[in-house]
């Protein structure tokens, strides 16, 4: 080992010990009949599936953003690696993609041990949610950039369609059914508002309303809707499907559809978690902003034909989520309108 490349802020025995780490975790988590090679090598190999006539690569990049900030003040790493792998999968099987791996990237300042450990440890975990492959990633370490504790979070998706099995919005016409999926909370967007409404010492409060310190509530990880967007795209219920991450469901929603039809949503077809009502008091929020930054309890929005409401609705909730029919498609111009 170079000491003078630890004294500029490099350990690369700690890195070492973190990749060990790593391929230990993941042992059970691969795929061996997909993965090829272990984590460790320049790049990770797996080997493409089979019986699809008209593949189609579907991928995605994001991160977590500040909320990393949030998990420092309650020095709690548990559930943002679950954060990472959510908001990446869950961008790709919206398509009807199934997912097959993912490689992460985790630059921090120093390395800490317990920290990287747990990130880690929510990574894997969320990919088993996922049922997905961790195929490798990287570990910088940039001092110069983060200082001694600093760090971020990033990682890569890849899933796959068959060509003629998109699910892009394009078959979304007039009577079409919107169906909102919950969400665990704030998932992963909004905290640099967050941040703003609320001071360090108030993440370690209790909140009666929610029945936990604040930070806790925050830190709930985003859920993880890969699996059951896959049996609902393989048993053909969905004609479009929104990821519920920053600007709301205005934002996310409008995406999917033409410029002939609009999306009516009803808000009194669910109930507001109460973390959004403490933020809107708090923050002195109005009502349409906190719609436009946060999910407001609705992580996920399918639109599906009047015929599937039902047997949609049934395969939600062996898949454990809270389902609700919140709204219509109808002919207009091109918008989503909160009623």
């Known amino acids: 080992m170079s000491e003078k490349y630890k ?18 975790k993941t042992e059970k988590l691969h795929k061996k009949k997909y993965m090829i090679g272990d984590i460790g090598f320049f790049s990770g190999f797996f080997k493409f599936p089979e019986n699809f006539n008209q593949p189609v690569i579907v991928s995605s990049t994001d991160g ?12 709690n790493y548990s559930t943002i690696g679950i954060d990472l792998v959510g908001m990446n999968v869950n961008d790709v099987s ?34 088993k949610m996922a049922d997905c492959v961790l195929v490798g990633g990287e570990i910088a370490q940039m001092k110069d950039v983060y200082g001694k504790n600093g760090f971020d979070l990033a990682a890569f998706c890849v899933g796959v369609v068959e060509k003629n099995k998109i699910v892009d919005g394009s078959k979304i016409k007039k009577g079409d059914v919107i169906i909102g999926i919950s969400s665990n909370g704030v998932h992963s967007n909004g905290f640099s508002l967050l941040r703003k409404v609320f001071k360090n010492s108030d993440y370690k409060k209790h909140y009666k309303e929610i029945g936990k310190k604040l930070g806790d509530e925050l830190l709930k990880p985003t859920y993880i809707y890969s699996p059951l967007l896959t049996k609902l795209a393989d048993n053909k219920m969905i004609k479009g499907v929104a990821h519920i991450t920053g600007g709301g469901i205005k934002g996310n929603l409008v995406r999917l559809i033409r410029d002939n039809l609009k999306c009516v949503i009803n808000k009194n077809k669910w109930e507001v978690p ?21 999910n407001m309890g609705i992580g ?34 091109r918008e989503v309108v909160l009623l």
Request: hydrophobic share 45%; charged share 30%.
């Open 7 to 24: 004294k500029a802020g490099v350990d690369e025995v700690k890195a070492e010990e973190l990749i060990s780490y790593i391929k230990k």
């Open 64 to 75: 977590v953003g500040t909320k990393i900030l949030v998990s420092q003040i309650m020095d």
């Open 94 to 127: 919206v398509s009807g993609a199934k997912v097959l791996f993912l490689l992460d990237y985790i630059a921090v300042g120093e390395l800490k041990g317990k920290r990287e450990k747990q990130i880690i440890d929510g990574i894997v975990d969320g990919c």
């Open 274 to 294: 109460p973390i959004f009502d403490i933020i809107k008091k708090e923050g002195k929020i109005s009502e349409s902003e906190m719609f436009d930054v946060f």
């Open 300 to 333: 996920l929005i399918l639109v599906v034909s009047p015929d599937n409401v039902d047997n949609a609705l049934n395969i939600i909730k062996k898949y454990k989520f809270s389902s609700f029919v919140i709204g219509e498609v109808k002919e207009g111009e």
